[in-house]
């Protein structure tokens, strides 16, 4: 197995996790929040697919999946359009509604669009520099991992909020 493909499993599992996590759901169970201050799971899978289409299309140099395909007016949130839900406060949570098969739609576009790039990705490129800002510089390899963990915990936290649900 090449890093390549260890990184499509990975990030196969959380599409498949993701779009499995709302299927079936109506929209308001999708904005249910186990308490004030919480995420739904529409937020959860929103965010986390927003994040890695920001970060795969940051470092692919393209141009992300929410503007280029028309997602940023289907989904029609009140947010400016490079909003990714990152440091949002419960208010702006509240505000993101919308339907499984959006959200679902949605993540696999995405998910389709970071294939397409992995399949540029040799093994040396890994170890490019994409942000020098922090200290030590971020890799390719490492900003893969962080988006990959951040989705994971995500798509978790969303199924468990799905089972509170008991759905």
């Known amino acids: 197995m ?3 493909d260890l990184l499509k499993d990975a990030f196969g599992r959380v599409v498949e996790s993701g779009t499995a996590v709302v299927d079936g759901l109506t929209t308001d169970q999708l904005a249910v929040r186990p308490a004030p201050q919480t995420n739904s799971i529409a937020w959860l899978v929103w965010h986390l697919a927003r994040v890695q289409d920001d970060h795969v299309a940051d470092v692919a140099g393209r141009e ?6 028309g ?3 289907r989904f029609d949130l009140p947010f400016e359009s490079g ?7 419960a208010e702006a949570v509240g505000r993101v509604r919308v339907s499984a098969d959006l959200l679902a739609g949605y993540l696999r576009a995405v998910h389709e669009q970071t294939l397409a790039f992995l399949d540029t990705v040799a093994p040396e490129d890994l170890d490019r520099v994409v942000d020098d ?3 030590p510089p971020v890799t390719l390899g490492v900003r893969l991992v962080s988006v990959l963990d951040d989705d994971a915990q995500h ?3 969303a199924a468990y ?3 509170l649900l008991g759905a």
């Open 2 to 4: 090449t890093p390549t």
């Open 64 to 69: 992300q999946v929410w503007t280029a395909q």
């Open 71 to 73: 997602w940023v007016d």
């Open 83 to 89: 909003a990714t839900g990152y440091g949002q406060d």
């Open 133 to 135: 800002s922090w200290d």
């Open 155 to 157: 798509v978790g936290q």
């Open 161 to 163: 909020v799905r089972g």
